[in-house]
T-cell receptor, first 112, second 115 residues
Framework: GNSVTQMEGPVTLSEEAFLTINCTYT??????LFWYVQYPGEGLQLLLK?????DKGSNKGFEATYRKETTSFHLEKGSVQVSDSAVYFC???????????FGEGTQLTVNP | EAQVTQNPRYLITVTGKKLTVTCSQN?????MSWYRQDPGLGLRQIYY???????DKGDVPEGYKVSRKEKRNFPLILESPSPNQTSLYFC??????????????FGAGSRLTVL
């Protein structure tokens, strides 16, 4: 079956540091890939997505590139802010299905 | 404002006492789903619904029931709650396109504790 593996957290960074959160997946076919973010006390919200190989999703300074050859969708940001502190979830959806498979989530804390 | 509304947000109950967590969306979405979030396990799907009167099991359906009598509502029912159902629950909805459900909109979550 499908699966998503994220780097273990928690991750603690200083403001303006570079962020990478690793995500790899196992799936048949050509899934769509997502990053969702969960701010404290809130539900998840979509951060970015990519629907085919070599696509780059970007939003709010975050980027992730769909790499089919390495089955990866790593999240990056060049300079994090305190307001980026949240839990980040990588997820995939099969091409023709509706089920989302989530990773375990990675807690990010950014200190001033 | 487009949103998914869950109630209650917090609930403490006792083993065996039936409870319902309501979920309502105002976006006319066909697809709705329930997830539970547990530390180290991420989000796991409990049940989902592709449209009115159409529901199906997700990855962890045991101990839960759902119904979809109206498009906007998708309640989660725990007939006889047990402590292992203590969790944070999220309802989500999405427009359903040609290739299945699109981007999910999540509710704010319902934290349930079963003693």
């Amino acid at each position: 079956g499908n699966s998503v593996t994220q780097m273990e957290g928690p991750v603690t960074l200083s403001e303006e540091a570079f962020l990478t959160i690793n995500c790899t997946y196992t799936a048949t076919g050509y899934p769509s890939l997502f990053w969702y973010v969960q701010y404290p006390g809130e539900g998840l919200q979509l951060l970015l997505k990519a629907t085919k190989a070599d696509d780059k999703g970007s939003n709010k300074g975050f980027e992730a590139t769909y790499r089919k050859e390495t089955t990866s969708f790593h999240l990056e940001k060049g300079s994090v802010q305190v307001s980026d502190s949240a839990v980040y979830f990588c997820a995939l959806k099969e091409t023709s299905g509706s089920r989302l498979t989530f990773g375990e989530g990675t807690q990010l804390t950014v200190n001033p | 404002e487009a949103q998914v509304t869950q109630n209650p947000r917090y609930l403490i109950t006792v083993t065996g006492k039936k409870l319902t967590v309501t979920c309502s969306q105002n976006m006319n979405h066909e697809y709705m789903s329930w997830y539970r979030q547990d530390p180290g396990l991420g989000l796991r799907q409990i049940y989902y619904s592709m449209n009115v009167e159409v529901t199906d099991k997700g990855d962890v359906p045991e101990g839960y029931k759902v119904s979809r009598k109206e498009k906007r509502n998708f309640p989660l029912i725990l007939e006889s709650p047990s402590p292992n159902q203590t969790s944070l629950y999220f309802c989500a909805s999405a427009w359903r396109g040609v290739f299945g459900a699109n981007v999910l909109t999540f509710g704010a979550g319902s934290r349930l504790t079963v003693l």
